[in-house]
């Protein structure tokens, strides 16, 4: 393992919070009117997971916060939550970083882009 993704690991190691993780977990869980042990929600879990560490700098999760603001787009995650999976986020964000503001805008582009594509249908 290259000593840059030790490093990561041991910076989300330390950071990690599992009452937060847990409680955004439970949030997106009921934003999707599913069960909380549900595939769909440990999918989105791990992207989270995945976006934490390209934060903390691991070199094999360079695209994880564009995945994981498709997965919140195609899933109609609300802002609300895609707010919360942020603020997650900004718990492993170094300073002059981007990549969370990145995720939180994409994913509410991506979300609103969804919301519109019926009306614009209708309309063409």
């Known amino acids: 393992m290259l000593p840059i993704n030790k490093h990561a690991l041991a910076r989300y190691n330390g950071l990690f919070d599992n009452q937060k993780y847990q409680s955004l977990a439970r949030s997106i869980a009921d934003d999707l009117h599913i069960e909380r042990d549900t595939?769909?929600?440990?999918?989105?879990?791990?992207?989270?997971?995945d976006t934490a560490l390209l934060l903390c700098q691991h070199s094999h999760y360079k695209d994880a916060a564009v995945r994981l603001a498709i997965?919140?787009?195609q899933s109609g995650?609300?802002?609300?939550?895609?707010?919360?999976?942020?603020?997650?986020?900004l718990?492993?964000?170094?300073?002059g970083e981007a990549s969370a503001d990145d995720f939180m805008l994409t994913a509410k582009a991506l979300l609103k882009a969804h919301e519109l594509s019926d009306p614009l249908k209708a309309a063409v």
């Open 39 to 49: 595939t769909h929600v440990a999918d989105l879990m791990n992207a989270v997971t």
């Open 71 to 73: 997965l919140c787009g």
């Open 77 to 89: 995650i609300s802002v609300a939550t895609i707010d919360r999976i942020h603020i997650y986020l």
């Open 91 to 95: 718990i492993y964000q170094r300073f």
